[in-house]
């Protein structure tokens, strides 16, 4: 049966790009690898989307003539709504990814890419998703939401509920030149969400201590922002991503932080794709929220995007979608809904720092 439009929950505009990880010796490289920004953000509103919810999460995959009939196998079992784009012409969009010390990780592109833009959601059901994860520049971000409201405007369609922009800043251009446009974006968008060192980067401050972040500088930061306002109505919300340390949720008046799921690092396999899965969890969390009040229903939704990044971190690669004896799914053989309610139980023992 047909997904009908308006049952869209989440569409990213994040590129699908196939993933070569090098790391440092003896390990060996892996290749042809499911990755990129879309592709990990859409399994984290996929982990939380078991079928027939799971044809909810929108996502778009171009698949160059070089297209591996494995990823296509993966990308089907998932049952999302994604729209494949035959590209024979070209090769698919090809991502190099080598690892040093400190994770320190380096990346180019190894074939030309194929950037998303809203004419790609132009007469498709993504143009309907009541959210949309946006990894851009400021000005980009700004374009690209003005644009999405505007197709949706020309459709003909009776009017639906303005849709919930979230916003993931690409790390290049989070400088102090950008904050103008920064804070123009902000009053764009419905939730922001760098990690700690962009969201430094727009002020030219260290957000990094010794031994964990510098947690009153990134208060700090969050509340310059919320007081230039964010959104339409100026009652939208900061998440900081600050990896091993957690995330601080905030909204005007009220702040809180969060643990990351793995407090072990070595259950941290490759932290490639966490953040942006912690945005497809946060993004659907936020969309099945709706009707929480303020603060409680973007806690809860950074709460299911720690869990999705939980997944994506835990290999290299995708996590392992399957099935218990029951019939239910499982990732990497564990119930989404455990994971979620151990998590739970855990944060009532935590102290905020």
Known sequence: MAQAAED?????????????????????????ILGGAGSYSALGARIFSPPPR?????WIV???????????ETIASW?????????????????????GDNEHR?????????????HALADTQLLW??????????LRCIDLVDNILALRNQSGRAPSPRPLFVWEPVPDLCIPDEMPNCLQALRHVDCVSPNHAELGGFFGRDTNGKDHVNYRLIEELCDEWLESGIGVEGKGSVVVRA???????????????????????????????????????????????????????????AIWGAISASFAIEQVGMPILSHSPQGEETWNGVLVEDRLSEFKER???????
């Open 54 to 58: 799971s044809k909810a999460v929108g």
């Open 347 to 353: 944060l009532g023992r935590y102290i905020q720092p």
């Open 62 to 72: 171009d698949c160059g003539s070089d297209f591996p009939a494995a990823l296509r």
């Open 243 to 301: 990896g091993k340390d957690g995330c601080l949720v905030t909204q005007s008046g009220s702040r809180k932080w969060l643990p990351a799921y793995h407090q072990l690092a070595q259950n941290v396999v490759d932290p490639t794709g966490g953040g942006n899965g912690f945005l497809g969890g946060l993004a659907v969390g936020l969309v099945r929220g709706r009707g929480a009040p303020g603060l409680k229903r973007i806690e809860e939704a």
């Open 106 to 118: 380096a990346f180019r592109y190894t074939t030309p890419k194929l950037r998303l833009d809203h």
């Open 79 to 99: 049952e999302t709504g994604v729209l494949i784009r035959e590209t024979p012409e070209r090769l698919t969009t090809r991502g190099w990814n080598g690892y």
């Open 129 to 138: 998703s009541k959210s949309f994860h946006l990894i851009c520049s400021p």
């Open 8 to 32: 869209m929950d989440f569409c990213t505009l994040g590129m699908f790009i196939i993933d070569e990880i090098e790391f440092a010796p003896p390990k060996p490289p892996v290749r042809d």
